[in-house]
């Protein structure tokens, strides 16, 4: 079983384009969060959400809206894409409090690009 | 907040050569520390992680790191690499409170047959 999955894989849009990412945990964490990675491989946090509620908001663009239907989910939704916006988005998870130590699982990663 | 450094952005090593990736993290706060790695068009995978304890951690894939808080560093190590191992290696720290991740900017290891 996957313990962090995201779809889709590949996502290729036009500029001025909405789309979204879908993220969801199989391993009972109560934190998610996600990464933007550049192509230099520089990893930037997004957003955590911990119990529904959002709890890391990195200056990030007002574009990008996390949304979280539950707390095996965590969706990514991005509007007026940007080419800037290229780049591969992470999901991961982690589990807050004894047992893990905040150790964060992570997908296999989306490719956006954007033309 | 913490900055973690990775001194090192490319790192190439003949195959069955010992490799040593650099980390230091700026904060003297109690602190946990990671090493992931990043397979080509892959995520972040777990290599070690110290949490306390043994300053020297052993990880998956013949890894180990030593904590030196004095010096604020986690360094990686492996005695001889392999061709396998060539992919991007992040450290990472989070202090003992709250759950925010602070990711170095990663090394890119090279193994050469």
């Known amino acids: 079983d996957t313990a962090v999955s995201q779809t889709p894989k590949y996502l290729v849009t036009q500029m001025g384009n909405d789309k979204s990412i879908k993220c969801e945990q199989n391993l009972g964490h109560d934190t998610m969060y996600w990464y933007k990675q550049d192509s230099k491989k520089f990893l930037k946090i997004m957003f955590s959400?911990?119990?529904?509620?959002?709890?890391i908001n990195e200056t990030v663009p007002n574009r990008f809206s996390p949304k979280s239907p539950d707390k095996a989910h965590l969706n990514l939704h991005i509007n007026s894409l940007e080419l800037g916006d290229s780049a591969v988005y992470f999901c991961?998870?982690?589990?807050?409090?004894?047992?893990?130590?905040?150790?964060?699982?992570f997908g296999p990663g989306t490719r956006l690009t954007v033309t | 907040a913490q900055s973690v450094t990775q001194l090192d952005s490319q790192v190439p090593v003949f195959e069955e050569a010992p490799v040593e990736l650099r980390c230091n993290y700026s904060?003297?706060?109690?602190?946990?520390l990671f090493w992931y790695v990043q397979y080509p068009n892959q995520g972040l995978q777990l290599l070690l992680k110290y949490l306390s304890g043994s300053t020297l951690v052993k990880g998956i894939n013949g890894f180990e790191a030593e904590f030196n808080k004095s010096q604020t560093s986690f360094h990686l190590r492996k005695p001889s690499v392999h061709i396998s191992d060539t992919a991007e290696y992040f450290c990472a720290v989070s202090e003992n409170t709250g759950n925010q991740f602070y990711f170095g900017t990663g090394t890119s290891l090279t193994v050469i047959p």
């Open positions: 904060s003297s706060v109690s602190v946990y």
């Open positions: 991961a998870s982690s589990q807050e409090g004894s047992g893990a130590f905040y150790e964060q699982y």
């Open positions: 959400y911990n119990n529904k509620e959002l709890i």
